[in-house]
């Protein structure tokens, strides 16, 4: 493995003790979608298990440019940015992808001011910026990742739609999904 690489290894395992951390203070569920998270979890497997059969972790399909891995590690470290700071901005209305939260709050701030899924724009350019930066195997789990977190964010706005019928329609005209003016 190259620096580079556990420098990426260890802003991962950073961002997630953070984000296990951050976890134990949110509110309660009051519905959990448990077909779409046990499938999350089988998709993050088979991700992982393609990858370590592919050989990322060998090597093989390393980035040797440096400046593509300069750009990489940039992306990399502004997607995990971004993650944290929706994390922080949403405070205990966090929850796991596609559940809802026991007195939610409609959070228009931060981040959210310009897009309605942050977290997962950020994970999404995070896991990008992992693919520039070490090896092209990785946009397996970009992929993975984005086809996840975009059904995700479907399903969650279907819930936003009917948690907040005042307020949420008016917010999703004036902001993107994932990409600031863009998506």
């Keep these: 493995m190259h620096v580079i690489d556990y420098v990426v290894l260890a802003g991962w395992i950073a961002f997630w003790v953070y984000w296990l951390a951050a976890a134990l203070?949110?509110?309660?569920?009051t519905h959990w979608h448990p077909v779409h998270a046990v499938g999350s979890r089988v998709v993050v497997v088979v991700v992982?298990?393609?990858?370590?059969?592919?050989?990322?972790?060998?090597?093989?399909?390393?980035v040797s440019d440096p400046v593509v891995q300069g750009i990489g590690l940039t992306l990399f470290l502004a997607g995990l940015a971004l993650a944290v700071w929706a994390r922080v901005c949403l405070g205990r209305n966090w929850g796991q992808p596609m559940s809802e939260r026991a007195d939610p709050e409609l959070v228009t701030t931060g981040p959210y001011r310009r897009v309605r899924h942050p977290i997962y724009s950020g994970i999404i350019l995070g896991l990008f910026g992992t693919m520039l930066a070490v090896s092209w195997y990785w946009a397996v789990a970009v992929v993975a990742a984005a086809g996840f977190f975009v059904y995700s964010a479907l399903v969650e706005e279907r819930i936003m739609a009917r948690r907040f019928p005042d307020t949420y329609p008016q917010y999703k005209r004036r902001t993107k999904m994932l990409i600031p003016f863009v998506v």
């Design 25 to 29: 203070g949110a509110k309660s569920s």
């Design 48 to 62: 992982v298990l393609a990858l370590v059969r592919a050989g990322v972790f060998k090597n093989a399909g390393s």
